[in-house]
């Protein structure tokens, strides 16, 4: 099995993760004081330097309770319509067809709330990627790879990462993002190519001549889905 990819239970299913964490309907707002920080580091150099200082925070700490409520909650809505997407894709068209349909689909942000923190992106991002535009930048990385050594360590994965992203010019940033495995359906263009639908692979090849994200089995980590917050302004 390669290096980066393991099997584990608990996951997003290709976009549909039901974890057990419960927020509360009326999280308590945000204190930045009281924010109870794990780790923290800058992106400086490399391929994926952009001057970013990425913290990790605990995901539990309720100073934050409404971000990790609202990313949370964010993603168990995207990664449903994904799944439910494919599925209906699946039954009515080519498969080929469908490559290009959902590959190439945006993920639309939802519309803010005056006075409420403010979605500003959705991201799926992986160790193995297809599409280069969800390469994960420095502070996807340190996600991805906290996920990945908790699954080498033989560790319960995280099941929510929290970060705080501080960056010259640009504005505070929280990330909630959620691990995804692939569910059986996922299969059809992101498991064994030698059992995809014919047309399938020659799509893929056409569109991603890069592409690693192939070979997974049914509920195998295959990387996170992450929302990018804005704190509410008062």
């Known amino acids: 099995m390669n290096a980066t990819k393991y099997t584990t239970l608990g996951f997003l299913s290709c976009g549909l993760l039901l974890a057990g964490l419960i927020a509360a309907e009326k999280p308590a707002a945000p ?3 009281n924010v109870t920080y794990l780790s923290s580091e800058t992106v400086a150099s490399g391929p994926r330097a952009d001057g970013a200082v990425y913290t990790f925070v605990d995901s539990a ?3 934050i309770a409404d971000i990790v409520a609202l990313g949370y909650k964010t993603i168990d809505r995207v990664g449903g319509m994904l799944v439910s997407e494919v599925n ?10 469908v490559v290009s349909i959902m590959h190439n689909k945006d993920l639309t942000l939802p519309k803010p709330v005056p006075g409420q923190p403010k979605i500003t992106a959705i991201k799926r991002t992986s160790l193995l990627i297809r599409n280069p535009l969800n390469a994960p930048d420095g502070a996807d990385q340190a996600a991805l790879d906290r996920i990945h050594k908790q699954l080498m360590a033989d560790e319960s994965p995280d099941k929510v990462v929290v970060q705080k992203i501080e960056q010259p010019g640009h504005p505070l940033e929280w990330r909630v993002y959620r691990p995804i495995a692939s569910a059986q359906s996922c299969l059809a263009c992101h498991g064994d190519p030698k ?6 692979k020659e799509a893929l090849d056409e569109q991603y001549p890069e592409d690693k994200a192939v070979d997974y089995a049914a509920q195998e980590w295959r990387g996170m889905l992450r929302v990018s917050i804005t704190p509410a302004t008062k």
């Open 61 to 63: 700490d309720p100073a």
């Open 195 to 200: 059992t995809f639908k014919p047309g399938v």
């Open 88 to 97: 209906r894709e699946m039954a009515a068209k080519e498969a080929p067809l």
């Open 31 to 33: 204190s930045p004081s």
